[in-house]
């Protein structure tokens, strides 16, 4: 190779090495909060959307759903329509795990406050009043949160775990509470409704529309 092709190649190479790299590096980042969270989940599940939980004008945390994506499509006969991928991550039966990843510390108390008043305002009072046992079980494990630290929400079939941290708080059954608990985020009264549509945004990708 002539001294010419030689400075063309090593021209090329270094022009390549300053572009910004175009490959998938497997990570989506939450930008108010810069935190990032793996495309690829626990148990094969894919990432269906990021976003910020925040009150007033902190942020609270920085929040990861995870979902089976073949059973998103089948529960959403591969509609991308946000009513329906709403809807399949609020009482469907589709395999889900959401990660609350805390950006700031919160006492106890308020964090049982934010729940309780969620579950009420996405519960009629009748399945709130006959899911009362379950309910304190959950806010009555709830602890301090440190910054840092994460709440990790599964849910599969009627079955949901709640861990703080690496702590189990929560392991029950029941199709009333679960849809009562995802309805904090994808009810009809959400937390925060810019929250609800940023977890269910990359519906379009993982449907493959």
Request: net charge positive.
């Amino acid at each position: 190779m002539g001294n010419r092709a030689c400075l063309t190649v090593v021209v090329l190479a270094l022009l390549l090495a300053a572009l910004p790299c175009a490959a998938d590096d497997g990570k989506v980042e939450e930008p108010a909060t810069g935190i990032s969270f793996q495309t690829a989940g626990p148990d094969g599940m894919v990432l269906l959307g990021v976003g910020v939980r925040k009150k007033m004008v902190f942020n609270v945390y920085a929040a990861a759903l995870y979902v089976d994506a073949a059973a998103l499509a089948r529960e959403t006969e591969h509609s991308t329509a946000a009513e329906r991928v709403n809807k399949a991550v609020w009482t469907g039966w589709v395999p889900r795990v959401m990660l609350m990843h805390f950006v700031r510390d919160v006492p106890a108390d308020k964090v049982r406050e934010a729940f309780r008043e969620s579950l009420a305002n996405n519960m009629t009072v009748e399945d709130f009043n006959a899911e009362k046992a379950g309910i304190e079980e959950f806010l009555n494990g709830v602890s301090d949160v440190k910054k840092g630290e994460v709440f990790t929400f599964r849910s599969s079939g009627e079955d949901m775990r709640i861990l703080q941290g690496k702590k189990e708080i929560f392991n029950r059954s029941g199709r009333k509470l679960m849809a009562g608990m995802w309805g904090s985020w994808f009810g009809k009264k959400p937390i925060c409704p810019k929250l609800k549509k940023d977890l269910i945004s990359r519906a379009a990708e993982v449907l493959g529309r």
